[in-house]
């Protein structure tokens, strides 16, 4: 989720579940040492609790990274290397680690070495023509006795020569099985599966049939009430599905206190084209975004005019 799941993103998202984990962008080690550490990891105390989601190859970069980001106040380190795309290939981690298994658990190693915070991984079930259960097993053999927190599955292959990142999040057969047989043979690893989950109630069934989590992505961002349904759902039954014009009473005070640091409404409000999903208004509510309030001058109480389109979506 590089350029999606930003600090904006993240309060808008905590709005509808108070205690989904929430995870940052896949940052890079590298640039996290070196470059602007504050700006790269900027969050509010809002967002909390929010997992630190690293990049990287070199395990004592990594473990700087991981001190950095401990330091920064986040819940949990979590490194990924199931990202498939061509610059994260090119930079020699993401998806393409998954075959060098031992140098993932030197990269563990340090990460757990360097923080108390919990260290968790992101990985698919294989690379290119290696899907099949015995590499994906295999993979998991040289990382799971290292005391990893989590195990975050893509049920998918990642094939990195000749598919685009989102064909591989739509080619790639999904086998789930896959991520249910590695649990039931580990039942003491932690197991939180990815990939393909739109509905409540197949998230239900993968929970009931003894996976320990969903982790959600682009299901959530295009309508986050998904994340409300799984709080009332899974974490508390009194939970309320915050209706919209709610949603935008908290955004417009938070965008209050971005505009005073220089942050244009639009920066925020690019993460809210879900917010009317499947209700009346929605196409005209996306148009109020691309068209109102994207403009440099639109200022926080701009989404106030947009209450009518919002009051009709909850009538209807």
């Known amino acids: 989720m590089m350029d999606w799941t930003d600090c904006h993103c993240r309060y808008v998202h905590r709005l509808f579940a108070p205690h989904a984990l929430l995870y940052t962008e896949m940052i890079v080690s590298t640039a996290l040492v070196r470059g602007d550490a504050r700006r790269l990891l900027e969050h509010s105390p809002a967002e909390h609790p929010v997992a630190l989601q690293l990049g990287g190859c070199d395990p004592k970069e990594l473990a700087v990274a991981a001190r950095i980001g401990?330091?920064?106040?986040?819940?949990?380190?979590?490194?990924?290397?199931?990202?498939?795309?061509?610059?994260?290939?090119?930079?020699?981690?993401?998806?393409?680690?998954?075959?060098?298994?031992?140098?993932?658990?030197?990269?563990?190693?340090?990460?757990?070495?360097?923080t108390p915070l919990p260290v968790t991984?992101?990985?698919?079930?294989?690379?290119?023509?290696?899907?099949?259960?015995?590499?994906?097993?295999?993979?998991?053999?040289?990382?799971?006795?290292?005391?990893?927190?989590?195990?975050?599955?893509?049920?998918?292959?990642a094939i990195l020569g000749g598919l685009s990142p989102k064909e591989n999040r739509e080619i790639p057969p999904l086998k789930y099985d896959y991520v249910h047989k590695l649990k039931q043979e580990r039942p003491e690893l932690l197991v939180v599966?990815?990939?393909?989950?739109?509905?409540?109630?197949?998230?239900?069934?993968?929970?009931?049939?003894?996976?320990?989590?969903?982790?959600?992505?682009?299901?959530?961002?295009?309508?986050?009430?998904?994340?409300a349904e799984l709080e009332?759902?899974?974490?508390?039954?009194?939970?309320?599905?915050?209706?919209?014009?709610?949603?935008?009473?908290?955004?417009?005070?938070?965008?209050?206190?971005?505009a005073r640091r220089g942050i244009r409404l639009h920066s925020i409000t690019r993460h809210m084209h879900g917010l009317m999903a499947g209700?009346?208004?929605?196409?005209?509510?996306?148009?109020?975004?691309?068209?109102?309030a994207a403009r440099p001058e639109a200022v926080p109480e701009t989404l106030y005019s947009a209450l009518p389109i919002l009051n009709q979506g909850i009538a209807a």
């Open 193 to 227: 599966l990815n990939g393909g989950l739109t509905q409540m109630a197949e998230i239900r069934q993968h929970v009931a049939a003894g996976l320990d989590g969903v982790m959600l992505g682009r299901a959530a961002y295009h309508r986050p009430a998904l994340l």
């Open 279 to 292: 209700r009346e208004g929605a196409r005209a509510w996306r148009r109020f975004l691309s068209e109102v």
């Open 232 to 258: 009332r759902d899974m974490i508390d039954p009194a939970w309320a599905v915050p209706e919209p014009p709610e949603i935008i009473e908290r955004v417009v005070s938070y965008a209050k206190v971005c």
């Open 70 to 114: 401990a330091a920064a106040g986040f819940a949990e380190i979590n490194l990924n290397v199931g990202c498939p795309s061509d610059r994260v290939k090119n930079g020699s981690f993401g998806a393409c680690l998954m075959l060098k298994p031992a140098l993932v658990a030197d990269c563990v190693r340090a990460l757990k070495d360097a």
């Open 121 to 157: 991984v992101k990985c698919r079930i294989g690379i290119d023509d290696r899907d099949d259960y015995e590499f994906f097993s295999g993979f998991v053999d040289a990382i799971a006795g290292l005391g990893i927190a989590a195990l975050i599955v893509h049920a998918r292959a």
